[in-house]
């Protein structure tokens, strides 16, 4: 109000009325579905249009804000030069695996490194509960279903099981549209089929026939074109990503309604599961109730037919102390959250696991995080330990390559003088993209070092030494990378702008959110 972005009556409507949401397919307003959509996104009229008085000053705000934002030629070079520099280097590598093997540790030393990594040893938190769970699979032999309930569920649902027209179909795919309009015309010489698709497309005789195909199992470019043929007609070439398509209409089976004798017996399967869900939601209601009001959980699963099932000391990933995973008689995932957001002594409220399952759990006992015993797993001490001290000589290797090249010994007879290799690079990208042939810890230095200067890293497979010998610069960006660019940086700027107004906002008009009643609320 106080910027005047005040909006008039036309404007909204007008806004309405274009919305594609709410045009049909004449191209024009439709108030059915504009109150469907209305309907299906729990909003009234009104609100829309409260909410679009908000929303449209805001975009034409923003708008007006961001629509001049320009990004000179100059920044467009810089960050396309500075994605596009590549590196060369000589690099060695030093495995884990070239160094010597490492004895084993005194007790002394084992003792001190044990000491210094108790996180190395620590045990999972575990939790030991009762679970009281019901299926539906456990009540569903309870339903009886008639006959007279089974034919008015098939009456209703009759659309439910036609089986929609499919048609078997021949396909011709031929990777141009000149190969295409060959097999046109040699089709409308009077040529087989299956001949030209081999002869002329070159295609595997094993992938012509299609079979029996429903529209939604094609392309809907290729759907409408077969559907639209009768048996024996071939369609014109329609283009897809996987090049030119020549369909031909072998046998038309039309849609078919099964009778109630066919699908008597799938009925009786859906609503016994039906009626199953209905009385588990009710039993679950029923259960979290009496809970919440006081009774033991082993009382309410007696009263309504939970099964009880103990278990004693889980982790978080579902595992026993002795590493094996659990089995549960409902959904492990769901149960064990809940364990894990319960306090000791206390049981949580009536969970659902799954789609056909419910449970609720007591939490009988909590065993916090501790160091093990050294002597439970020593063995894990001592591979630990060997494995830093591998990594610490790998390491010293590395760091007496860098000293050697420093001293004017070229790389790669430094690295022969170890018994190593080594090898010049491809022109390494700043941000490579999947597998490379230096680690990426490496290519990082590269790129902050001088030609000439030697770099050093590790990672869990060993230690990396590489001295940058070249750095490349891209050529001028083309036309389509300018364009890309400029769009790119011209959307980043806006958006950064965008940051900035809001910031500035909130500083002149400070708002405060008490997250402790949303947690309330929510």
């Known amino acids: 109000v106080r910027m005047q972005l005040n909006l008039s009556d036309d404007v909204i409507r007008t806004a309405i009325m274009s919305n594609p949401a709410f045009v049909g397919s004449d191209g024009k307003f439709n ?73 084993a540790p005194t007790d002394d030393a084992l003792q001190k490194f044990y000491e210094a990594h108790p996180d190395m040893f620590r045990a999972s938190e575990y939790r030991s509960f009762t679970l009281a769970s019901l299926t539906t699979d456990e009540i569903s032999s309870d339903s009886k279903i008639s006959d007279d309930m089974l034919k008015s569920a098939y009456e209703e649902r ?126 679950a209601n029923q259960a979290d109730d009496a809970l919440a009001g006081g009774a033991p959980l082993a009382d309410v699963a007696q009263k309504f037919g939970l099964k009880m099932t103990k278990v004693d ?22 149960v064990l959250k809940a364990a894990f957001d319960t306090n000791a002594s206390e049981t949580s409220r009536v969970n659902s ?43 010293k290797e590395a760091a007496d390559l860098v000293a050697a090249v420093a001293a004017g010994t070229p790389l790669a007879q430094a690295a022969s003088a170890k018994g190593l290799t080594a090898a010049t690079s491809p022109p390494l990208p700043r941000r490579p993209e999947g597998a490379t042939a230096v680690p990426a810890a490496v290519i990082v230095k590269l790129f902050a070092a001088k030609v000439g200067d030697t770099v050093s890293a590790d990672d869990a497979g060993g230690a990396y030494v590489a001295q940058l010998k070249e750095i490349k610069t891209p050529d001028a960006p083309s036309d389509d990378q300018v364009k890309k660019l400029t769009t790119e940086l011209g959307n980043s700027t ?21 997250r402790d009643v949303l947690d309330r609320l929510f």
């Open 31 to 103: 108030r059915d579905q504009f109150n469907q959509a209305l309907a299906a996104n729990n909003m009234t009229e009104d609100g829309l249009v409260a909410r679009l008085r908000q929303e449209i000053p805001r975009g034409d705000l923003l708008q007006a804000m961001t629509a001049g934002v320009a990004v000179p030629r100059p920044v467009i070079d810089a960050v396309h030069k500075y994605r596009g520099e590549t590196r060369v280097a000589e690099f060695v590598s030093v495995p884990l695996s070239a160094g010597a093997d490492i004895p």
């Open 158 to 283: 009759k659309d439910d099981f036609q089986v929609p027209e499919q048609r078997q179909i021949e396909q011709i795919l031929a990777p141009s549209e000149d190969k295409a309009k060959s097999v046109e015309t040699a089709l409308a010489g009077g040529q087989d089929f299956q001949k030209v698709a081999t002869d002329v497309a070159g295609q595997d005789p094993s992938t012509i026939d299609l079979g029996l195909v429903k529209f939604d199992d094609l392309p809907k470019a290729l759907g409408e074109a077969v559907f639209s043929l009768p048996v024996g007609k071939v369609t014109e070439p329609v283009k897809t990503e996987l090049g030119w398509h020549i369909l031909k209409v072998v046998k038309i089976e039309p849609p078919q309604t099964p009778d109630f004798a066919q699908v008597k017996e799938q009925l009786r399967k859906q609503l016994i599961a039906e009626d199953a869900a209905d009385h588990l939601d009710k039993i």
């Open 313 to 334: 000391s889980v982790d978080e990933s579902g595992r026993d102390i002795d590493g094996k995973l659990i089995v549960l008689p409902v959904e492990m995932k769901d």
């Open 353 to 395: 696991a799954g789609d056909n399952a419910i449970f609720a759990l007591r939490v009988d006992k909590i065993t916090a995080p501790q160091v093990k015993p050294l002597g439970d797993v020593k063995d894990r001490v001592v591979a630990a330990w060997q494995a830093e001290q591998k990594q610490a000589a790998v390491k």
């Open 494 to 514: 806006r958006y950064d702008m965008v940051g900035e107004f809001t910031e500035a906002l909130k500083k002149r008009f400070p708002v405060t959110i008490h």
